[in-house]
């Protein structure tokens, strides 16, 4: 089957590209971004403690004037989080009251349950991957778009947010032509930033990117860099999101299979994807001790490309501060560094990451044969759905889905001109991903020539 490529684009190819001195030129706030409040912004689901407690923690970061009109906006969509959040707090107990069955079964951690992390620095396909594998619907949940950017209310408000807030978002994502709704899959540390309120994240970082260093030691969660108040803020937001998500799966197994409150069906097997869980499979594994993983790695030129790309196009929605092009390209090298070093040494040691529990792909293999790579993963994981005498609906979704897909082509930077001290500056930061994964210094690879 003809293959199809992630990186597909309608924005950002039509001119060229410069990076002078050693510094790519990212131009992240054109005026219709910086003129925005909510659109895109991930910060649309905060509480209005939450916000409150930002503002106050961040005063001295913020400019103020510069961005007036998003904070007055962030301002008043708190408030009405808020409210939203005292309703679903209500609906909770109204379900420990009379659905105490779905309770239980969302907090059951069994093998069936435990999850399936899809790893990898952003840009190397994490997002085509995930969506790949949440086509397998017998087999597993999601965490969905609008569920991450309204974490505190989803349970109760789910069908008339996605009514209310659907012109929140772009028909497609910023950085790229492919679409973007609140059904489908969206990275979970996202809602776990908004329930945590916005403490003990990296994506913080993406709003306070001068401050960057700041929230550094989030991505691994490394014992010494975090306290335990931290770790614990962290943990109790992500399990809180992940029994929430579950509570919710259940309910939609309930109406779809027409069972009743003292029938309830198993939750299905979660698929997260967040690139900062590349940092985390020790905690993940210390959370889910059978949780599986699949880590999908691409030409690290590339991945700066497309992160340089994203930053320019996606970034400036949700600023709260201007950072410069150094602020922005240091922290693209620097999270790749931090993810793939932490991953590199969990690869070294059998008893973390092993054939049982990993599977690893390149993007070039996953976009070239996209059916052959989904069934090698699955052989690896010892899924199942391949099997002619498992009745499955996943192959056939997968079929559909590349043939959907298979006339998006990728950004292919031809446009893009990088100065040699640039290059030599990925070449050096990048030193292990170039050497481990096997890939060619030369730069540009040969199909960006």
Same mark, same amino acid.
């Given at each position: ?5 992630? *990186? &597909?684009?309608?924005? @950002?190819?039509? =001119?060229?590209?410069? +990076? %002078?001195?050693? /510094? ?119 965490? *969905? &778009?609008?569920?991450? @950017?309204?974490? =505190?209310?989803?349970? +109760? %408000?789910?069908? /008339? ?255 893009v001109i990088l100065d040699d001290e640039l290059v030599a500056t990925i070449q050096n930061r990048w030193k292990k991903q170039f050497e481990v994964l096997g890939y060619s210094k030369t730069f540009p690879p040969n199909h960006l020539q």
């Open positions: 089957m003809k293959g199809f490529d992630e *990186d &597909t684009s309608n924005n @950002g190819n039509n =001119h060229v590209t410069k +990076s %002078f001195n050693g /510094l790519y030129q990212f131009n992240p706030e054109p005026p219709h971004i910086l003129r925005s409040a909510i659109k895109n912004n991930p910060l649309s689901g905060i509480t209005f403690p939450s916000f409150i407690s930002l503002l106050s923690h961040k005063r001295k970061s913020i400019q103020w004037l510069r961005y007036s009109h998003r904070l007055m906006a962030l301002f008043f969509m708190s408030i009405f989080n808020s409210f939203l959040s005292l309703v679903e707090y209500i609906y909770i107990l109204f379900l420990y009251v009379f659905h105490y069955s779905s309770i239980k079964l969302a907090n059951n951690d069994n093998l069936n349950t435990h999850p399936v992390f899809v790893l990898g620095h952003p840009r190397t396909g994490t997002t085509l991957l995930h969506s790949l594998l949440a086509l397998d619907t017998e087999r597993f949940a999601i965490c *969905d &778009t609008f569920m991450v @950017g309204f974490p =505190h209310c989803f349970l +109760s %408000f789910e069908a /008339l947010g996605k009514y209310l807030f659907a012109g929140i978002l772009s028909d497609t994502r910023p950085m790229d032509n492919m679409k973007l709704h609140f059904d489908l899959p969206q990275e979970d540390e996202l809602g776990t930033n908004l329930l945590s309120g916005l403490m003990v994240s990296p994506y913080t970082s993406l709003v306070f990117m001068k401050d960057e260093k700041e929230y550094r030691k989030y991505q691994c969660f490394k014992e010494g860099e975090v306290d335990d108040k931290e770790l614990k803020n962290w943990v109790q937001s992500f399990q809180k999101l992940i029994w929430k998500i579950r509570v919710r799966d259940i309910r939609t197994l309930n109406k779809r299979k027409g069972g009743n409150v003292n029938q309830m069906k198993t939750p299905r097997q979660l698929v997260l994807k967040s690139p900062c869980h590349t940092g985390r499979v020790k905690l993940l594994l210390k959370l889910y001790p059978d949780a599986k993983f699949v880590f999908i790695h691409r030409n690290p030129y590339e991945v700066f490309l497309s992160g340089a790309h994203l930053a320019s196009t996606t970034y400036g929605w949700m600023f709260l501060q201007s950072p410069s092009d150094h602020d922005l390209q240091n922290y693209i090298l620097r999270q790749g560094e931090i993810l793939h070093n932490e991953y590199f040494e969990c690869r070294k040691d059998p008893k973390i990451l092993n054939d049982g529990n990993c599977a690893e792909i390149s993007f070039e293999d996953l976009t070239g044969d996209p059916l052959k790579s989904m069934h090698e993963i699955y052989k690896k994981l010892g899924f199942d759905s391949f099997d002619p005498q498992v009745q499955s609906s996943y192959p056939m979704n997968l079929q559909r889905e590349c043939r959907e897909l298979s006339g998006y082509q990728r950004n292919k930077f031809k446009n």
